[in-house]
C-alpha cells in the first residue's frame, strides 16, 4: 500500500514542496526513513511511532518505508513530523487518500500526539499557493501566520487526535472541528500600524543629529553618527526606524517571513507592523551578523531587513564582521553558501553606525582629550575604509549639559518629521521610475548626472567647493547625492546652492581622517 | 649622502662651538647629515608633542620664518611643535638639527620617518648615544641640554604645567641663553607652562621680526664680549646680510603681522557675526551659535559656516566642529 503526502521545507525565505511517500509492504517489520536527512528528522521515525501508538493506531507488522522527495535535497527541521504521521495513516488505509489530495502538511509531533509549533510558516504557506495546494494543515501555534495568505484555506490542528477526526469527518462536521482561520491581512495592518515607537521629540537637542538622521532616512542613505558617550546616539539611532515611511503590505510579509524563518515570531504574533531595529552587541561574530552556520539562518543584517541596523561603538567590531557587510550593502541581499546549497536571504537595510571621536571621546576639545595623534588615528583606523565608504552622512554630537536639557524646546514629533520623508520617498519613486534604483542614496557616481544634474550658478559653486574643501571624487557624488535628498525634502524641483552647502556640512568624517 | 656615521669630539675643529661653552658638554657627537657650520645664528623651538592647532600653526609659521631667513632651527624632532617647527624650516629651504635622544640610526618617534629622511639630506641628526641606542625615556631630558647648548635663543611655543619643554628651559637658562615664550591664553591648559614662564620674567615672543632682531643684538654682543676682533669682518657681512633680508621680508609681509595669512577677500557682511564667534581652537556648531548675538537655528548655522570654509574664513575640523582662520 502506498500514499503521498504534500509538505514544504525552506530555502532562505522561499520554499520548495516535497512530497514524503509512504509505502507499506509485507516483509520483516522495519520502518525506514530515507531522502538525504538530518538528524533531527531521522528521530522523527520514534516521535511518529510513539505518537500514533498514543493516539490510538498501531502500526503494522511489516516492511515500512518513507521517503521524502526531492531526496538529493537536504532536509532540516521537525516540520516533516506531522506530514509522516499522516502519510503513514493513509498508507495503512486508517484515512482515505482523497482526503490528503492538494493539502500541505507542516508540524513537530509531541509522543502524546500534541502537534507543535515550527518555523517558517509564512513562508512556505505563501510559496504553496503557486504549488496547486487547496488547503494547509499547520500547527495551532502557527496558524495566524498561515492566515495571512490568501488564496489558500489554512486550518491549526492542535493534536494528531483533532487532525484524524477531522480527516475521517464527512463535510460540514469538519469545518467545525477545524475551522478555516482567515485574517485580514490589510486590515490588521491598518490596526497594528498605530503601535507607539520611541519619538523624536523626546530628544531634546542635538538639531543637526536629528536633521542628519532625517535626510538620511530621506534618502535612504547611511549615517554614522561621532559623539562622546552619552550624547544620545542611541536614542537618536532607536528613534529611526519610527520616521521611515510606514511598511507596506508587501514589505511586512517580507520582514515576518524572516522572523518566521529565523523561529523569532513571538506567540500570536502574525504580522510585523513595525519597522525593525537591530542593535548588535560589537562582539557579535560574522556568522550571526550576516547568517550563517551549517544550516544557514538569516543574520542580524536579513533580521534587520527593511528596518535599521545600527553598530555601536564602530570600531570595536571584527574587522571581519564589518568587511562581510560590503556584499550586502551593495546588493541589498546576502549569499551564503554552505555545502549542502546556497541560500539567499533579503539585507535591504539602513546603516546607522555610531563612535566616539577618540579614544577618551573628547576630541577635539583639546582642554579635555588627552589622546595623541597617534591614538585618535589607531582609534579611527579601526573603522574599515570600504565601510565608510557606504556612508554618506555624517553628524557630531556633543555633551549636552543639564541646564540646556532642561530649557532646549521641544523637538519635532516622529510623526511631523515622516510626513516629509514619506513625501521625498514619493519624489524619488517618481524619478527612479523604470530605473534600478529606488533611493538616492543607491544613485551610482555614473548617473550622478542624470539624477543629481545642476544648474549653471549650482556647478560653479559646487566646482568652488571641491577645490576649496579639498574634496575626493567620492565625496563629491557623495554631496551631490545627499544633496539631492536635501532638495527633495525641501520638495526642490532643482537642487540648490543652499542644498549643496548643507549637504557638505555632512559630508563623512572620513574626509577629515585622510 | 647622509648614510654615513661621524663622530666628533671637542678636539676636531667641526665640534659645535657653542657646546665647547656649556656645562656638562657632550664628550663626543654622533653625526649624520651636513655638519652645520658654526656661524649664523640658530634658534630652539620647543614645546608639547599634542599640541593644539594654535600651537602648529604657530610653529609652523616661526619655522618658515626662521627657514627663510637663514636661521638654523634645532628641535628634538618629536611629534607636535619640534616636528612640525623644523619640518617648516626645511620646507622652507633653511636648515634645521634633529638632536636625538637614541641612536642617530634609529627614527624615534617612527612617525617621523619624512622629517628623519629630509633632515638627513638637507640638515644635520646629532646624538651622544651611540648608533643602536634604543630611545629611552631617561635620555631624552638629558638630550635636551644639547638642544638649547646648539641654540642661540630657546622659543617655546605651548607647555602644559610640569612639561618636559620646561626642562629644557631650565637647562638653557642654566647656559645662559635667551628664552622667549609664545602667549596662550590662561584658559589653555597647553600654555600654563608658558603663561608661568611669562610670569616669571621670560621675554614674550610677539613677531618673528623681534625675534629676528633679538637675536642680531644677542650676536652684537656675543662678538663684543668674545673680542673677535678677526671675525668681525665676517660677523658685519652677516649682519648687513640678516638686515637686508629683515627688511625685503617686512615688505613682503605687508606691514608686520607674520603670523597671518593674507587676507583674500572680504567676509560678505551677513556672514559677519558668525565669523567673528569662531576662534582658533576648534568649537562645536552649538558653542558657536551661544556666542552669536542673534537667534539662528543650527542648521541655518551649519550652511553659513560650510560658505565661511569656502571661502576660507573658517575651517571644520570634524564633523561638528569648526575653527576659524584670519
Keep these: ?514 | 649622502m647622509g648614510e654615513e656615521i661621524r663622530f666628533i669630539t671637542p678636539f676636531e675643529k667641526e665640534y659645535p662651538d657653542r657646546l665647547r661653552n656649556i656645562p656638562d658638554a657632550p664628550s663626543g657627537l654622533y653625526v649624520r647629515g651636513k655638519l652645520p657650520v658654526n656661524k649664523g645664528v640658530s634658534v630652539a623651538v620647543i614645546g608639547a608633542r599634542d599640541c593644539s592647532d594654535y600651537g602648529k600653526y604657530v610653529a609652523e609659521h616661526l619655522g618658515a620664518f626662521l627657514g627663510r631667513n637663514r636661521v638654523t632651527v634645532v628641535s628634538g624632532m618629536a611629534r607636535g611643535i619640534d616636528g612640525i617647527s623644523q619640518w617648516a624650516a626645511l620646507e622652507a629651504g633653511g636648515t634645521s638639527i634633529g638632536v636625538l635622544g637614541c641612536g642617530v640610526d634609529i627614527c624615534y618617534p617612527a612617525g617621523n620617518r619624512v622629517l628623519f629622511n629630509r633632515l638627513l639630506e638637507q640638515g644635520t641628526i646629532f646624538s651622544e648615544y651611540p648608533p643602536g641606542t634604543p630611545p629611552r625615556a631617561m635620555n631624552f631630558p638629558v638630550r635636551n641640554r644639547i638642544v638649547s647648548g646648539l641654540a642661540d635663543a630657546v622659543v617655546v611655543i605651548e607647555a602644559r604645567n610640569k612639561s618636559g619643554t620646561l626642562i629644557t628651559v631650565d637647562m638653557a637658562l642654566e647656559q645662559g641663553k635667551e628664552v622667549f615664550v609664545v602667549p596662550g591664553r590662561v584658559t589653555d591648559r597647553l600654555s600654563d607652562g608658558c603663561n608661568k614662564l611669562i610670569k616669571q620674567g621670560a621675554e614674550i615672543l610677539v613677531s618673528p621680526e623681534e625675534l629676528l632682531e633679538e637675536l642680531q643684538k644677542l650676536k652684537e654682543r656675543t662678538e663684543e664680549r668674545g673680542g673677535l676682533r678677526g671675525k668681525a669682518g665676517d660677523g658685519k657681512a652677516q649682519e648687513r646680510k640678516l638686515q637686508g633680508q629683515v627688511s625685503q621680508e617686512r615688505k613682503s609681509d605687508t606691514e608686520s603681522d607674520t603670523w597671518l595669512e593674507e587676507q583674500s577677500s572680504e567676509v560678505p557682511p551677513e556672514l559677519c557675526d558668525l565669523y567673528h564667534a569662531l576662534d582658533f581652537y576648534p568649537q562645536s556648531v552649538e558653542q558657536i551659535v551661544a556666542r552669536l548675538p542673534s537667534d539662528i537655528s543650527l542648521s541655518q548655522a551649519a550652511i553659513q559656516l560650510i560658505q565661511l570654509c569656502i571661502d576660507k574664513k573658517a575651517v571644520q575640523v570634524s564633523p561638528g566642529y569648526f575653527k576659524g582662520m584670519q
Design chain 1, 1 to 514: 500500500m502506498y500514499s503521498t503526502v504534500m509538505t514544504g521545507a525552506l530555502q532562505g525565505v522561499s520554499a520548495y514542496p516535497v512530497s514524503v511517500e509512504v509505502d507499506v509492504s509485507p516483509g520483516l517489520p522495519t520502518l525506514s526513513l530515507v531522502g538525504s536527512l538530518s538528524q533531527e528528522v531521522r528521530e522523527a521515525k520514534e516521535r511518529v511511532c510513539v505518537a500514533l501508538r498514543n493516539a490510538g493506531f498501531h502500526l503494522p507488522a511489516g516492511r515500512i518505508t518513507v521517503n521524502l522527495s526531492p531526496a538529493n535535497r537536504r532536509k532540516e527541521g521537525t516540520a516533516f513530523d506531522l506530514p509522516i504521521a499522516v502519510g503513514l495513516l493513509a498508507a495503512m488505509d486508517r484515512i482515505p487518500g482523497k482526503r490528503v489530495e492538494n493539502t500541505l502538511f507542516l508540524g513537530e509531533v509531541g509522543l502524546d500526539g500534541e502537534i507543535k509549533g515550527v518555523s517558517g510558516v509564512l513562508p512556505i504557506v505563501r510559496e504553496a499557493v503557486a504549488w496547486g495546494v487547496e488547503q494547509c494543515i499547520v500547527p495551532a501555534a502557527n496558524v495566524l501566520e498561515g492566515a495571512l495568505i490568501s488564496g489558500i484555506a489554512v486550518r491549526g490542528a492542535a493534536s494528531l487526535q483533532e487532525l484524524f477526526s477531522f480527516l475521517l469527518s464527512e463535510g460540514g462536521e469538519g469545518e467545525a472541528l477545524l475551522p478555516v482561520v482567515r485574517l485580514d491581512a490589510e486590515k490588521l495592518f491598518q490596526e497594528k500600524a498605530v503601535e507607539k515607537v520611541p519619538d523624536f521629540s523626546e530628544v531634546n537637542g542635538q538639531e543637526t543629529a536629528k536633521r542628519g538622521a532625517e535626510i538620511a532616512a530621506a534618502g535612504f542613505h547611511n549615517l554614522l553618527m561621532v559623539g562622546p558617550p552619552g550624547a544620545g546616539k542611541s536614542m537618536i539611532a532607536k528613534r529611526i526606524p519610527g520616521i521611515l515611511p510606514p511598511l507596506t503590505l508587501e514589505e511586512s510579509l517580507e520582514v515576518t517571513s524572516v522572523f518566521s524563518v529565523a523561529g523569532l515570531l513571538r506567540e500570536g504574533e502574525t504580522l510585523a507592523t513595525k519597522r525593525p531595529f537591530q542593535s548588535p552587541h560589537h562582539s557579535v561574530s560574522l556568522p550571526a551578523l550576516v547568517g550563517g552556520s551549517t544550516i544557514p539562518k538569516p543574520g542580524m543584517i536579513s533580521l534587520a531587513h527593511r528596518g535599521v541596523l545600527f553598530l555601536d561603538e564602530l570600531p570595536e567590531f571584527q574587522r571581519a564582521a564589518l568587511d562581510s557587510l560590503r556584499q550586502p550593502l551593495e546588493e541589498r541581499e546576502i549569499h551564503i553558501a554552505r555545502v549542502n546549497g546556497t541560500v539567499t536571504y533579503p539585507s535591504n537595510f539602513m546603516l546607522v553606525c555610531a563612535m566616539n571621536p577618540c579614544p577618551c571621546g573628547f576630541y577635539p576639545d583639546r582642554n579635555r582629550c588627552r589622546c595623541t595623534e597617534p591614538q585618535i588615528r589607531r582609534y579611527m583606523g579601526k573603522v574599515s575604509g570600504p565601510i565608510l565608504d557606504r556612508i554618506d552622512l555624517c553628524v557630531e554630537l556633543q555633551t549636552v549639559d543639564i541646564a540646556s536639557l532642561k530649557n532646549c524646546n521641544k523637538g519635532e514629533s516622529s510623526g511631523r518629521i515622516r510626513e516629509r520623508i514619506v513625501r521625498a520617498r514619493k519624489i524619488q519613486k517618481e524619478r527612479f521610475r523604470g530605473t534600478k534604483y529606488q533611493f538616492n542614496g543607491d544613485v551610482e557616481a555614473a548617473d550622478m548626472e542624470i539624477f543629481c544634474a545642476l544648474g549653471e550658478k549650482e556647478q560653479q559653486y559646487m566646482d568652488q567647493l571641491y577645490r576649496n574643501l579639498n574634496l575626493s571624487a567620492r565625496a563629491y557624488h557623495r554631496i551631490l547625492k545627499v544633496a539631492r535628498t536635501i532638495a527633495d525634502l525641501a520638495e526642490a524641483e532643482q537642487i540648490m546652492v543652499e542644498h549643496l552647502l548643507e549637504a557638505s556640512f555632512y559630508r563623512p568624517a572620513q574626509e577629515y581622517w585622510q
